[in-house]
């Protein structure tokens, strides 16, 4: 890594990013500070990064700073990154130091990327499934969870990457081989400023050699279209044209490699099912064709894949009503294709909007509603589009309510064939650690509750 040898680079964040940018920086011999607003978070990196300077709360670069490495959620505004950028220095993310990384082996690893408003770890992980069912050396890593920088010296020889929109705003020259944008719908918006701005930055994905994305959401199509790939390839949950996936007679079809209509599985092999996941299981198929896989790889990883949680996951049936927890819903877009999933709902919803809108949601699945319960920081803004769009479905607005009374409500609320769905709409730090802390607490009531599935 001779780029980084005696450099002076500056890390801003503590967190999980931060410390393998840290520890990558030191193995390329960089000289490596690292600040973040939180004393206790760096206290904790004391130990684990030896020969790492550690300055709490820094607002300007230290003298002498080459390149500033930043973690993903750090704005471009915050007053460290502003005057960083004032000062003529550059600012990366952690993914763009791994793709700067891995330009230097000699044999780099092929990058296959996933982006979108939703779907992006589900389609990951499908992705992997499926190379490692063809028997490749791939591992998820990104905004799933493990570094991208952990991943590439780790020596693996295929990376599949899922990528935040705010990953990809830090990344201005990577360039996967192969990247899908799965869809895009209003979100971060709070971060980005403009719905153009978010959908700029998910471009980014679809600028290597072959660009994947979800031709049902005009929006994705038109940014393929435009796309300066060699290669465009469509997915859709229609019959597939040519160079495109799609559906046809119940079957997964390739009309994009190999063999016209060359058939991959049955959408009833696919898991999680519905729209939502068939759609994931093409983006996956796409990405991993475009790497070379057969057809029965695809269909091997795709029935090999497990559903991650909080994604659609049945709890439990008692009465003839069922209760989903889908807390990963987190934004809008996702919240209405968990809605469609099901003929009639119960809907549990709430929390941090960020500057989304919910009234297309609510237009498009009011229809469904058997009621709605709400909670969380942004319960009045969703509880006065129901009022507009659908004002004769039963609405409990919960302002100093609990999860557990939250599914009290809805559990009264429901009859026999009803769902009640965990569908936040919203992200979850108003009330919860994360999206998961909030999915285990739904659960737990509902388990008290009625007990196990049937």
């Known amino acids: 890594m001779g780029f980084l040898a005696g450099r002076h680079v500056l890390v801003a964040g503590a967190g999980v990013t931060g410390r393998s940018a840290a520890e990558a920086l030191l193995a390329a011999d960089a000289v490596v500070t690292v600040t973040d607003g939180s004393a206790d978070r760096l206290a904790a990196l004391e130990q684990l990064l030896p020969g790492v300077t550690l300055t709490p709360g820094l607002v300007t670069p230290p003298e002498g700073t080459d390149l500033v490495v930043t973690s993903p959620g750090w704005r471009p505004s915050s007053p460290l990154l502003a005057a960083a950028s004032a000062a003529g220095i550059e600012v990366i993310g952690e993914v763009e130091l791994a793709w700067r990384m891995g330009l230097e082996l000699a044999d780099p690893p092929t990058w296959l990327a996933v982006t979108g408003t939703n779907g992006k770890t589900t389609t990951v992980g499908m992705l992997e499934s499926i190379l490692r069912a063809a028997g490749i050396d791939a591992v998820a890593c990104g905004n799933v969870g493990l570094p991208v920088v952990d991943a590439l010296l780790a020596g693996r020889r295929v990376l599949a990457v899922e990528l935040s929109s705010f990953q990809l705003h830090w990344s201005p020259s990577v360039r996967p081989f192969a990247g899908v944008l799965l869809n895009l719908a209003e979100d971060h918006l709070d971060w980005h400023g403009t719905f153009e701005a978010y959908a700029s930055a998910k ?4 600028t290597g050699e072959v660009a994947v994305g979800g031709v049902d959401d005009p929006v994705v199509a038109d940014l393929l279209a435009a796309s300066p790939a060699a290669a465009h390839v469509g997915f859709t949950l229609g019959s597939p044209e040519e160079g495109q996936l799609g559906v046809h007679d119940g079957q997964l079809v390739d009309r994009a490699f190999g063999p016209s209509d060359e058939v991959l599985l049955p959408v009833a092999d696919v898991h999680p099912g519905g729209p939502p996941g068939v759609a994931d299981a093409l983006a996956a198929a796409a990405l991993a064709r475009a790497h070379g896989v057969s057809a029965a790889a695809v269909a091997q990883g795709l029935r090999d894949f497990t559903p991650g949680a909080h994604r659609a996951v049945l709890v439990a049936t008692a009465d003839g009503v069922s209760y989903v927890n889908d807390s990963k819903a987190t934004n809008p877009h996702a919240a209405a294709a968990s809605l ?115």
Do not use: C, N
């Open 203 to 206: 471009a980014g994905v679809l």
């Open 340 to 454: 469609r999933s099901h003929e009639s709902v119960v809907w549990v919803a709430g929390g941090l909007l960020k500057g989304a809108s919910v009234d297309e949601l609510v237009r498009s699945e009011g229809h469904r509603l058997r009621g709605a319960v709400l909670i969380g920081a942004d319960r009045s803004v969703i509880a006065s589009a129901l009022a507009r769009h659908v004002p004769s479905v039963p609405v409990v607005v919960l302002d100093e309510g609990s999860m557990a009374d939250a599914v009290r409500e809805a559990r009264s609320m429901a009859k026999p064939g009803d769902a009640v769905v965990l569908a936040p709409a919203a992200a979850s730090m108003d009330m919860f650690t994360d999206y998961a802390h909030r999915g285990q607490a739904f659960t737990d009531v509902v388990l008290e509750l009625v007990g196990q599935a049937e």
